[in-house]
């Protein structure tokens, strides 16, 4: 079954029953077989709204799959990015904890849950021993959405662009505050903290001087708020999304046979999709552990397949990363890329994998960026993909930008949102 992360390829089917996971931890199962040994897969999750609504996903997924597996849900708040609402997430980050996963995967592996659900952009690329991660569903929108205040998109106003000198907008992200710098320095960027409809509300309340917030299209529309959403930034407004955003991040304990046989049959089950989402953000995670960057710094990436991977219009790709990959031909090697003789597994799914990068400086001044073809038909080729593009944006700067960054961790701190 492919290259699926996991210890062992004996995994037993499992044979419990499985319904929708519900936010409360309850379960409602249909009958299991007279002979086998129900077991309930126990999930891990953040509390938030956005959360669970992932859970959602993830378990209707898995009622594909696995129509008789049962499922409960256990809500736990981590005791940085939940629970200190006051400090700005990049000097949480400066800590070297995890914002978001630390308490949660304490949980993993004392057993207390069997899995993980994350918003894959929120995991560290470096795991605790004994933790293995893999994006696992579909991939939603990954690109950043704007949306307006309430007067503002009364306006008519619908982007940044439209925004007029000294217009506020809300981010707690550094990646977004230094890349919207770099495009448009007219604006001013004011940290927000918060879920996204507390972020929504601050924005429409008057008093908070918000124009706009930039937040991840994804979550906006899995909370059913996507009529909130007035434009998109993407590479052509010189914004790259985060690494592993808009996937679904799945956590559990490595040598665990039977979540591993679980999570590879429900991406058999998708095919093609499942299987080129897991090897985007594969390469997408390889780059960033090679940049040593997380949320803190302002690393973005945009990836698309050559051919048959994406439609026009799904909002992981633009034609504009095509032609400057066609252009350059960045890195892709025929001859040590392309796989010997006929493989229907690599033929089936495999392909050119165009993987845009781009490291900013905190102010926006300055900016090392590069594009990528290469062949991926398995893990161990998206990981090369993304290590390759992460050396060469050191060799061209970005090493330069990143040390300025991690030896000044105070001009973070110092700036409004960044």
Known sequence: ?????????????????????????????HPASPTSTPRTLRIGTRPSALALAQVALFTDLLRTSHPTLSTTTHPTSTSLGDTNKSTDLHTLASTGKSLWTEDLEQE???????????????????????????????????????????????????????????????????RRAAMIRRTYPHLVIKDVRGNVGTRIRKLDDAAGGFDALVLAGAGVQRLGMGER?????????????AVGQGAIGVEWREGDEWIEGILAEAEEGMGKAGRRVRWECVGERSLLRVLEGGCSVPVGVECVWEEGGLQEGDGR?????????????????????????????????????????????????????????????????????????????????????????????????????A
């Not at 007067?151 to 982007?159: I, L, Q, Y």
């Open 1 to 29: 079954m492919a290259d699926f992360p996991r210890t062992s390829t004996n995994h037993p089917s499992p044979t419990s029953s499985h319904p929708r996971a519900s936010p409360s931890g309850s379960t409602s199962t």
């Open 229 to 241: 959403i007035s434009g998109w930034l993407g590479s052509e407004e010189g914004v790259l999304y």
């Open 108 to 174: 993993l592996l004392e057993r207390r849950v069997d899995v993980i659900v994350h918003s894959l952009k929120d995991v560290p690329t470096k795991l605790p021993p004994g933790c293995v991660c893999a994006a696992v569903g579909a991939r939603e929108e990954a690109r950043d959405a704007v949306v307006m205040s309430a007067a503002r998109r009364g306006e008519g106003w619908r982007g940044l662009g439209d925004l007029r000198e000294g217009g506020v907008v809300g981010t707690c992200s550094v």
């Open 317 to 417: 790709g633009t034609d504009a990363v095509v032609e400057q990959a066609d252009k350059h031909h960045n890195g892709y090697e025929q001859d040590d890329a392309l796989p010997e003789g006929p493989d229907p597994e690599r033929e089936g799914y495999g392909g050119i994998l165009i993987m845009r990068a781009m490291v900013v400086s905190l102010d926006g001044k300055e900016c090392v960026e590069g594009t990528r073809r290469h062949y991926v038909s398995s893990d161990a080729e998206a990981e090369e993909c993304g290590w390759r593009m992460a050396q060469e944006l050191v060799e061209n700067g970005a090493g330069e930008i990143l040390k300025k960054i991690t030896l000044n961790r105070d001009m973070i701190r110092s700036q409004d949102g």
